[in-house]
Structures are given as structure tokens and as C-alpha cells.
């Protein structure tokens, strides 16, 4: 069985910085893609960032060049370094990874829980 622990969430003030990170648990052959997304109270969920297995990465226009986005093949964690945060990127940020959990497995798509972001001041 996998599942998606995510970790790093919390209150911060307008410009301030927090990481996220996201780890796969369990049996795991191989990591594709390891995305986040976020959702803000009455909104629907956000595209925010993606690091692919070849290594290319992409934003949502909202976070580009404040956000990066990283990953530890060796620890099966995908993490997402937040800075310049806004009151406006305040939503509970999800992290989903797509991987094979054997050699014959098809690709799935894994969610995590969610962690709380803050940003008040």
C-alpha cells in the first residue's frame, strides 16, 4: 500500500517563507511525476507546480518566481520551497504523485492529505 505524507504547512506573515514537503511511503518501484496543488476556501483546486521524472519542471502563473519546486529521488520526496508568500496563497496545498508501485504496475496517481498554508499577518 502507498500513501502521501505531506508535511511542512503553518502560519507565516505577507513575505515570508515556508517548505512543504511530500514523501511516497510504501512499496514503490518507480516515481514519475510529483505535483502540488492548492485550494483556497470557495475555490476550485489550483495547479501550483510539477517536477517530471526527465527532470523539467512547471508553474502556475501565480507562483512563478516565487515558488520553486524540488525532488530526492533517494527519499521519494518532492518538496516546494515557498517564498515572497502573499495572503493570497493562503489554501491547503496537496501534493499527488504518479508512480508504479512494481515493474508490471500501470502509472496511479497517489494524494496526500493536504497541509494547511497561512499567510496573515
Known amino acids: 500500500q502507498v500513501q502521501v505524507a505531506e508535511s511542512g504547512g503553518g502560519l507565516v506573515q505577507p513575505g515570508g517563507s515556508l517548505r512543504l514537503s511530500c514523501t511516497a511511503l510504501?512499496?514503490?518501484?518507480?516515481?514519475?511525476?510529483m505535483r502540488w496543488h492548492r485550494q483556497a476556501p470557495g475555490k476550485e483546486r489550483e495547479f501550483v507546480a510539477r517536477?517530471?521524472?526527465?527532470?523539467?519542471?512547471y508553474y502556475g502563473d501565480s507562483v512563478k518566481g516565487r515558488f520553486t519546486i524540488s525532488r530526492d529521488n533517494a527519499k521519494n520526496t518532492a518538496y516546494l520551497q515557498m517564498d515572497s508568500l502573499k495572503v493570497d496563497d493562503t489554501a491547503v496545498y496537496y501534493c499527488?504523485?504518479?508512480?508504479?508501485?512494481?515493474?508490471?504496475?500501470?502509472?496511479?496517481?497517489?494524494w496526500g492529505q493536504g497541509t494547511q498554508v497561512t499567510v496573515s499577518s
Open positions: 517536477f517530471n521524472e526527465d527532470g523539467t519542471t
Open positions: 510504501g512499496s514503490i518501484f518507480t516515481i514519475d511525476t
Open positions: 499527488d504523485i504518479e508512480l508504479r508501485r512494481y515493474s508490471t504496475d500501470v502509472t496511479q496517481t497517489y
